[in-house]
């Protein structure tokens, strides 16, 4: 290569290098562009976010946690739906409050079950199914426990969707009414539907002893209010929501169930001990009423029974005794063995279900024939003490003992509503894709592009133009070379 050469290529080396100097400068001079490309940039961001938003106002989605809902039931044990949410009388609401047509509304508005845990849970047992060695009974077992957990997640929950696409509404109204659909359907619920107050604890509630009969009426109509009370104490006692409860007077319900276990021992079932006539129709009627309420009870139970064998391939003895089936479920064994089964089946709800609707109905079918048994028939012919009314005495403490159960009853029925006056609970805040801050990120990132854009012009362009400027140095170079050549 000549000197000549090897001074243009040192020349080129020499100018391809870039000196913060020269990118001062090169940024200096296109200063004016390096405002003017952010600026353009950004407000082509902005009109694409407004049209966007003009043909395309998204679903609104979030979620919400079921408060107070066990098993599929409201506290009442209604039945609960996400369907409840769409009910007419939930729609005629929000039709009012957004002055919205509820035949738009109920297209709009999308509730199924549903929860943000989900996603969790499944990659939480693909990791266990990710195992190496696992034989097909614990896969099966990890299937199990995962359809168990999932489905619990998913009952616990409820994903609500407004489609604004149909409604036309801004994007702060279409939240509000987004917010408004487990509120209004909670408003509704709980004070024209009563949802909020226990079934069991509803059918506790008692009445005045009237005063005008006497002898055998007078005497069973006391031990009905006697049963009630009972029943009601029991289940103001046994439920977490109303733990210690008191009456105004500082009496618990466990308490009051001692002093009605006491009233009832001492001052009532004397006077059932001498018996009945065959002769007297409200006691017969009332133990044939008893009598027929406990066997169809024993039939509920045994088609419980029934269904847990079909589930568990086992077979029940027969007990005549009581009319119904007390095999392998009765004894610790078998119950530690249905625990364990119910663990690992898929149908634990199911299972779980069957099991407290038996205990409930063989503790209602221990008070029948508690009942039963304290209604003596005597043989034809049997000197009986004529059946009066209650002495002065027990009349007076039965009256205390009513007094009390009533202002304990108001009590649990005011704290169920005070303590449970809310079904959910926001899990997740309203989105969609045209929200504020969506387009906020979407303006700044236009700026942005266009700052780089101005950056890449800036510092490019005149070693393009270098590049451009020199190819046609050469270029002409070889010209006047070829040119000088054919005159030669």
Not at 14 to 40: E, G, K, Q, Y
Not at 111 to 133: C, F, H, M, N, W
Not at 316 to 321: A, F, G, I, N, Q
Request: with cysteine.
């Amino acid at each position: 290569m000549s000197d000549r050469g090897t001074a243009a290529a040192a020349r080129d080396e020499t100018d391809s290098v870039l000196t913060f100097r020269d990118i001062f400068n090169r940024l200096w001079t296109c200063r004016a562009l390096l405002v003017l490309l952010p600026f353009l940039g950004i407000c082509a961001a902005a009109l694409a976010v407004l049209a966007d938003s003009a043909s395309n106002r998204q679903i609104i989605s979030y979620h919400v946690k079921l408060i107070g809902i066990e098993n599929g039931n409201y506290p009442n044990a209604t039945a609960f739906s996400p369907a409840d949410l769409k009910s007419s009388t939930v729609l005629t609401a929000l039709a009012e409050r957004f002055h919205i047509g509820t035949d738009r509304l109920e297209q709009a508005i999308g509730v199924s079950y549903d929860d943000p845990a989900a996603a969790g849970i499944e990659r939480k047992y693909q990791q266990k199914l990710a195992t190496r060695g696992l034989q097909p009974a614990d896969i099966d077992a990890i299937n199990s426990d995962y359809l168990a957990e999932l489905s619990a997640a998913m009952n616990s929950g409820l994903r609500i969707e407004v489609n604004n696409d149909l409604l036309g509404l801004s994007s702060r109204e279409a939240i509000a009414l987004a917010f408004a659909v487990p509120a209004t359907w909670n408003d509704v619920f709980v004070k024209r539907y009563r949802v909020l107050a226990s079934s069991d604890l509803s059918e506790a509630s008692i009445s005045s002893v009237p005063k005008q009969p006497s002898g055998t009426v007078a005497l069973l109509l006391v031990g009905e209010q006697l049963d009630r009370i009972e029943a009601g104490v029991a289940i103001i006692s046994e439920d977490n929501r109303l733990a210690g409860l008191t009456t105004p007077d500082g009496l618990t319900a466990q308490e009051l169930a001692n002093l009605i276990r006491e009233f009832r021992t001492i001052e009532y079932n004397p006077l059932l001990a001498g018996g009945f006539p065959p002769t007297d129709p409200v006691a017969v009627a009332l133990r044939s009423q008893l009598v027929t309420k406990s066997r169809e009870i024993a039939g509920r139970i045994e088609g419980i029974d029934r269904n847990l064998n079909r589930l568990f391939g086992e077979t029940r003895s027969r007990s005549p005794e009581n009319g119904f089936t007390s095999g392998p479920l009765l004894d610790q064994g078998a119950l530690d063995k249905v625990v364990e089964l119910v663990e690992r089946a898929s149908y634990v709800a199911y299972v779980r279900d069957l099991m407290d609707k038996r205990q409930q109905l063989v503790g209602q079918m221990s008070r029948l024939n508690a009942r039963q048994d304290a209604i003596i028939i005597r043989d034809a012919g049997s000197v009986l003490p004529e059946a009066g009314n209650l002495p002065e005495t027990a009349k007076r403490n039965l009256d205390m003992l009513t007094s009390k159960y009533r202002d304990l009853f108001s009590l649990a029925q005011r704290k169920l509503f005070e303590s449970s006056g809310t079904f959910y609970a926001a899990r997740s805040t309203p989105t969609d894709r045209g929200s504020l801050y969506s387009a906020l990120v979407v303006v700044a990132l236009g700026g942005v592009a266009g700052f780089v854009l101005a950056m890449l012009y800036a510092l490019l362009m005149p070693a393009f133009r270098a590049a451009i400027a020199k190819g046609r140095n050469h270029a002409s170079r070889q010209l006047r070379v070829i040119a000088s050549g054919e005159t030669t």
